[in-house]
């Protein structure tokens, strides 16, 4: 016989040593895993608890913080946050447009009223009630072109409006508008002239341009004395296109110049002609969809 009392020693010892490494490094995983997946789903935590903030206050101003590891999550964090930023331009937006309709239709809606309510005395003969059917036409008209324009800048100002980009050339289209306006113009006993340099041409929706343009020299015509001027002049700045209206009219005061981009602003000088007080709004809003600039 022979005793197996120093083999059993070291198979004791082995295995206290084993125990007492593997214990630890179950723990140290377990630990390490947990930590890691809570480092990991902390964007969806976010992101849910974001998400579940919008769905209770109907509120879009709340944004997921973002980290810069780099990974997909992060991409989808910031893929939801551009979307949030999107969702609450179009909402802005949204209630600007009603709240313009709201304070702009008060006074023709006022108008509207007043004439119908001439036409319904029970004095009133048939050539009142025709002309008030004619007041009251004019008055639609100029309601639905207050709507349509107030629809056209909300569209441009939260990116929803669509452009038809094509080829368009500058010259055409000052050539056009200078036509349409040139029996106005003359009338008035206004010169209105073009001075474009040849071969500009830019990316650009030929209609919103035109409507551009349209809006502009209406403006400087209107506002332009009689025995006064009206230039169109367009020419390349570095890689750019710049398109100027100048006239001789009476200008715009220091207190209304920061205002006259805002609807439906209209300055003390310009209330002696009929307008909406949208035309610049509209001008600038089409020229920054086209990713271009207006001062």
Partial sequence: GKTI??????????????????????????AG???????????????????????????????????????????????????????????????DALDNVAHDLRTPMTRFRGVAE???????????CREALADCLEESDHLMAMLDTLMDISEAETGTMRLDLTEVNIAAVVSEVIELYEDVAEDRRIELSDRVEPGLVVPADLQRLRQVLANLVDNAVKYTAPGGRVMVTAGREGTDVRLDVTDTGAG????????????????????????????????????????????
């Avoid at 001439?118 to 009142?128: F, M, T, W, Y």
């Fill in 5 to 30: 009392q120093d083999r059993n020693e070291v198979l004791e010892h082995f295995r206290d040593t084993l125990l007492a490494t593997i214990i630890p490094m179950v723990l140290i995983g377990f």
């Fill in 33 to 95: 895993g947990a930590f890691l997946a809570f480092r990991a789903l902390r964007p969806i935590r976010n992101l849910s608890g974001v998400a579940r903030s919008i769905v209770d206050t109907a509120r879009f101003d709340a944004r997921v913080p973002a980290s810069k590891t780099g990974d997909e999550l992060n991409e989808l964090v910031v893929l939801f946050n551009r979307m949030l930023e999107k969702i609450e331009l179009l909402i802005q937006g949204m209630k």
């Fill in 118 to 128: 001439e036409a319904l005395r029970p004095d009133a003969n048939r050539d009142d």
């Fill in 252 to 295: 715009i005061s220091a207190q209304d110049l920061p205002r006259i981009w805002d609807r439906p602003y209209r300055g003390d000088q310009s209330r002696t002609e009929r307008g909406l007080g949208l035309g610049l709004s509209l001008v600038r809003a089409i020229i920054v969809a086209h990713g271009g600039r207006v001062e």
